[in-house]
């Protein structure tokens, strides 16, 4: 057995030391990247049932010269574990402020989402981190949407609570994304200050043929409507999706069919 042991360490070893160096690299890659541009901020439209668009979500985007283009599912993560999350997320929060100034002065009042991280949640100062950056830009905090997971909330809820509280007296929307893929949804819902719920695009992705779906995602937008949030369905692809989820009494739609993201110019 001990013999065994040792040359299992011994086969595993090369591999393991190569995912540790190419972590390494990475984060190394990852601190220089604000710096030098190499990030991005592309933006999803966001439809109503006239299919007119109603806003955006602000999605980064990281191309490096060497990874090429890096999925923020795979360097989020890295980036909420050292910490370069904050001033990434600041960074995306001030070039969505720039773009509502931009689209307001093209006449256009359109609102924008954005992603808030675990990390940048649970700061004591986020209220600050982010009220400054809204102040600064000078834009209507009516426009401007922050987007949370469950996945990010913790036991400290009533302190999230203040902070979430504290935003929303200045006007600053929030909505709950990826609802439904969580344990507990409906408790966030009833102690959280939302004003919008985001239907997993895990539901709308097979909802026309899967009847649990269907039934989920119908039950989802009516209780929406009871509490009297306004829901957007994700991951929105085809027409005859589009059409049910109108006759649902969806409010809100992004997906493909409406386009990906993309640079706003
Ligand atoms: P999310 O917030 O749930 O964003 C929606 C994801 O679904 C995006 O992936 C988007 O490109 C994708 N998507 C939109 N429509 C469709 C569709 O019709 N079909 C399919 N299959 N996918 C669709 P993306 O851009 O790769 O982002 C992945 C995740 O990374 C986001 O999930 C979010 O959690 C995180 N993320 C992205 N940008 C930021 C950011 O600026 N800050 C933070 N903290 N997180 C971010
Ligand atoms: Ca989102
Ligand atoms: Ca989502
Ligand atoms: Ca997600």
Redesign the pocket.
């Known amino acids: 057995a001990k013999e065994n042991g040792r040359n299992q360490l011994f086969f595993f070893e090369p591999q393991m030391q190569q995912t540790l160096k190419r972590r390494q690299q990475m984060e190394l890659a990852l601190k220089q990247a604000l710096v030098k541009q190499e990030f991005q901020?592309?933006y999803?439209p966001k439809v109503n049932t006239f299919g007119t668009i109603i806003g955006y979500?602000?999605?980064?985007?990281w191309q490096h010269p060497e990874f090429g283009l890096v999925?923020?599912?795979s360097f989020?993560p890295l980036a909420e574990s050292t910490g370069l999350?904050i001033d990434?997320?600041s960074w995306?929060l001030e070039n969505a402020c720039q773009q509502i100034n931009k689209l307001s002065s093209q006449g256009q009042a359109l609102s924008i989402a954005?992603?808030?991280?675990q990390r940048?949640l649970a700061r004591k100062d986020f209220v600050e981190l982010v009220s400054n950056i809204v102040v600064a830009s000078g834009i209507d905090p009516t426009l401007l949407e922050l987007?949370i997971?469950e996945s990010m909330l913790n036991d400290d809820l009533e302190n999230t609570r203040k902070k979430l509280d504290a935003l929303s007296q200045l006007g600053i929307l929030f909505s709950l994304?990826?609802f439904g893929t969580g344990y507990s949804s409906l408790y966030y819902l009833q102690k959280l200050p939302m004003n919008v719920l985001k239907i997993d695009?895990s539901f709308v992705r097979a909802f026309l043929t899967q009847e649990t779906d269907y039934a989920i995602v119908k039950t989802i937008i009516a209780m929406a409507k009871a509490l009297s949030l306004k829901v957007v369905a994700?991951?929105?692809?085809q027409q005859e999706q589009y059409e049910a989820l109108i006759a649902l009494e969806c409010d809100f739609f992004?997906?493909?069919?409406f386009g990906?993201?993309a640079p706003l110019v």
């Open positions: 901020v592309f999803q979500e602000a999605l980064i985007r999925s923020p599912d989020i999350i990434i997320d995306v954005v992603n808030v991280s940048q987007e997971t994304d990826d695009q994700e991951g929105v692809e992004q997906g493909y069919l990906k993201p």
